[in-house]
């Protein structure tokens, strides 16, 4: 499985799920610094930039499936992480790879089975206002993924907290469900790599939290 977002809280606890699963995991990142020595040779690195195409292209066609961990709430200035995924989806398709873990937003739109309610509408107006940017990026991100012939999850949170957590105590959708406003990083980790294997979400995109 490879990781792109790996030296982010939620990424390197994806890696660690995937190590702790049994699965070959491999990261794709633009500084190995920046990642758990703990790790050692259990995860293999791959190094390099998002804006990379032949470089994101040979790390996806190793894999067996793809987690895109890349957060645009991060202030990450000239990280192309729209661009990033673009390369990531176009190399997916070229080669064969289907099965593809994001992460989003219920801030921005996108599951037709969903009523948002007035926190969810609150945080919507917040994100376009406050931070334009991300909105941008979280939707294009988005739209790369779900606008692409794949066998897509999308994992939503409105905000993460740091720690492995206590289990996801909601799944589903805003207006639907008892949805909150948290999910701690571990159970959000936790949650996407189960989705490698569990096809009752593909082409849909949960809302979770503690």
Known sequence: MTVFGADND?????????????YAAQVFVSDPGALPVAWGSRVQVVTGQLT????VAAAVARADA??????????????????????????????????????GSPAVGLCPKERPTPVLKAHRVLLRALHPRVHRQMRQLMATATGAELDWTIVRFLRHTTGRGHGLKYVGYFGHDAIGCRAAAGDIAAFAVTQLLDARHVTDAPAVSN
Do not use: K
């Open 52 to 55: 990379d195409r032949v470089g």
């Open 66 to 103: 793809v987690v895109n961990a890349l957060d645009p709430r991060l202030d990450r200035p000239g990280a192309h992480l729209v661009e990033g995924t673009a390369h990531l989806v176009a190399a997916m398709q070229e080669h064969g790879v289907h099965r593809y873990i994001g992460l």
């Open 10 to 22: 939620i990424g390197r606890r994806v890696v660690e799920e995937l190590i702790w699963r049994g």
